[in-house]
């Protein structure tokens, strides 16, 4: 087993108070100092990347590619993201940055269709964001988003290690989407009820991460829709992730897609009070509040970081956390509390490494075949994301 290096920890140490004194008075309130969070996980080594913005034509749709790498000559797992409604292929920064920090090749793609022209619509114009998401999130804009994923595949293989590709290892890839983009992934992962062709996922596909999970009450029900997906699947949410359209407004219903695929490789990562747009990956909150600027709304913008991520530090992450472990199941803790959103812009960092820490364990976990990372996953996770946080496994 390889050596996890930890972090100290600094413990402040009360202040002796009247000399020689024995004990407390009965009275005497003493203050506890808190202990400094210990760091997440950390991937075996941390690259510099650089990005690449390339513009693709996928079943006759024009498509916007962009792939972030790390620097260097090794073959380097692949991960596909799929963002969300009105977003570019540049959103999802926090996440694909860490991930390709940690040694993936990143490949965000989405259409110029759903991409941040939608938004330029007479409907998003006027105002009417509900019925404009309801259109794209209906089962014919899915079969459409589906059937530009096949060529997506497809246009993989035919630049197999060519050009922007060159480098990527095609036989260890995960699947990934936030918000529309998580319902073409769950679609692609099995998802039954929309009566459409269904998808076969290559066998290259390890594992899925479906950011922001969408399921609604219209159609087949619950149990039927979500029994037949298989494999490994990393669901992440929050007790505050509903949209800015209207179309998801109770939190909870994001979590029945892990509540009812069947046991064997599920994990389901609940925040406490992350809003949707920071699961969207942005990574910091908007300042405006207002109601079409504020940090879930359609209207915002998602930027892309520029890097540059170095060092050769082992592994890899603090499992001691503030507050004690969490136990398995199929239940929230009951020691979670929600708020309506992160205080600050510290508290918003703080959630985005718990999702980074996470996904990259995951990853490394399914990718990699990492033994440190799965420990940590088994063993340090829940302990270390404390009632911050909700890390189910079934």
Known sequence: MRSRALFGISIALATLVGGCQHSARPNATEPVASQPRQPGYKAEQRYATTSILEAWTLAGEPVEMTLVRPLGSDVFPLVIY?????????????????????????????????????WSSAQAKSGDFHDLAREQFSRGAL??????LRALFEELNRRHDSGALSGVDM??????????????????????????EPFALPDA??????????????GAGFEKRFATIQGSILSVTSRDDTDPYGLVTAAAIRRAPFEHMPPGQKSLLTLVNAPHALLAGKETPSADNSP????????????DATNQGSG?????????????????GGNESSDMKSSSRPASAAAWAAQLAEVQSVTTAYLDTNLKNDGVAREWLTKDARRWLGDEADLIVK
């Open 82 to 118: 799929l963002p969300g409604l009105g977003e570019p292929s540049s959103a999802g920064a926090a996440w694909r940055q860490a991930w390709a920090q940690a040694g993936y090749s990143v490949l965000s793609l989405q259409s110029v269709a759903n991409g941040e022209t939608i």
């Open 143 to 148: 079969a459409k988003r589906l059937t530009m």
């Open 171 to 196: 036989s260890q890839i995960a699947l990934a989407g936030f918000d529309l983009g998580a319902q073409t992934v769950m679609a692609a992962a099995g998802e039954m009820g929309y009566d459409i």
């Open 205 to 218: 596909v390890k594992c899925v991460i479906v950011l922001s999970p969408y399921a609604d009450l219209t």
């Open 292 to 303: 079409l600027t504020r940090d879930d709304s359609p209207r915002a913008a998602s930027g």
């Open 312 to 328: 050769t530090g082992r592994h890899r992450g603090g499992g001691g956390g503030s507050q004690g472990s969490r136990r398995g």
